[in-house]
């Protein structure tokens, strides 16, 4: 990797992209993490867990195109998971780096398996937290059980209501996140409501906002060939980490991907929901750590 520790920030395709590389003095081969969203930023991760992967590796964080500090495309339907690949791949060209692992979190781990797909010869190990498959309608249905689960009485009946609707299940997922009000997605997301306070004051801190526009642009123009039909020709050892609580892509959807990945080994976390990282900070990194040691 030709470049040093430090802030970068690089047009690719047109869009300016930013970059930051910590641990470079550990000379390993680089981890880049990969947020989720769609559409969110690594700035709780930049603060919480990635200083200490750093401490023994070279992590490297990018945001990508329309997402936290890096630009937007001029058109907001250019958010193709095509697109994303390249981005990706121009940004490794630009760092000099001819092998990497991958984090990915949340939908950020679907994108890293899309990566790997991608461009497999650059890619060595992967580790995804709480990956998502969003062409799966499984992944809404989840995510409403999931509201439905901790919501308290009248929210309850008003999804229920929405349930019984004749639209689809697309519309009614749209619907109850219309619904849901901040104390409920906070319980959807974390086990512990203290971490959850915490995750929302570096959000209002970073003052980065997630337009949706990722999101509908990748509703409206899915791949080809669905990402759970290809995982099967994802070579490269994984780690999965999923929180038993998790309710946003769960068990269901990680056991999915475990089950017709060919070379992975699934970490369960008891006391976390969708962001063990933040909720079971060391243990974490500790699995983090000792797997990408592994030959």
């Known amino acids: 990797m030709k470049i040093e520790n430090g802030e970068y920030q690089v047009v690719i395709n047109g869009i300016l992209h930013w970059i930051k590389v910590e641990g470079k003095e550990n000379n390993t081969i680089p981890l880049i993490v990969i947020h989720g969203g769609p559409g969110g930023n690594l700035y709780t991760f930049e603060r919480t867990v990635g200083p200490y992967l750093a401490k023994e590796r070279t992590v490297v964080y990018y945001e990508q195109r329309g997402c936290g500090r890096s630009g937007k495309p001029n058109s907001d339907n250019a958010y193709s998971i095509h697109e994303l690949i390249d981005d990706f791949t121009k940004i490794l060209r630009w760092m000099g780096i001819n092998k990497v692992d991958l984090l990915g979190y949340s939908f950020g781990g679907e994108l890293a398996l899309e990566f790997s797909y991608a461009i497999p010869t650059i890619m060595n190990k992967l580790v995804l937290s709480g ?25 309850v009946q008003k999804m229920e209501e ?22 409920t997605v906070d319980r959807l997301f974390f086990v512990n409501q203290d ?48 929180g038993v609580h998790d309710r946003n892509t769960g068990i269901p959807i990680s056991n999915i991907i475990n089950r017709n990945l060919a070379n992975s080994e699934w970490k369960l976390f008891n006391h976390s929901a969708h962001f063990p990282e933040l909720e079971e900070t060391d243990k974490f990194i500790r699995e983090v750590l000792n797997f990408l040691k592994i030959p």
């Open 162 to 183: 929405i349930l019984e609707e004749d639209t689809s299940i697309e519309t009614k997922y749209k619907k109850v996140w219309g619904t849901v009000d901040n104390d």
């Open 131 to 155: 990956p998502s498959l969003m062409a799966l309608k499984t992944q809404y249905m989840v995510q409403i059980a999931g509201f439905v689960s901790i919501a308290d009485p009248p929210l």
């Open 195 to 242: 971490i959850a306070r915490k995750y929302r004051e570096l959000a209002k801190e970073s003052n980065l906002h997630n337009t949706g526009l990722m999101l509908e642009a990748l509703q409206e123009n899915p791949a080809e060939i669905p990402l759970y039909e290809r995982l099967q020709d994802i070579p490269h050892k994984t780690l999965l980490i999923t």
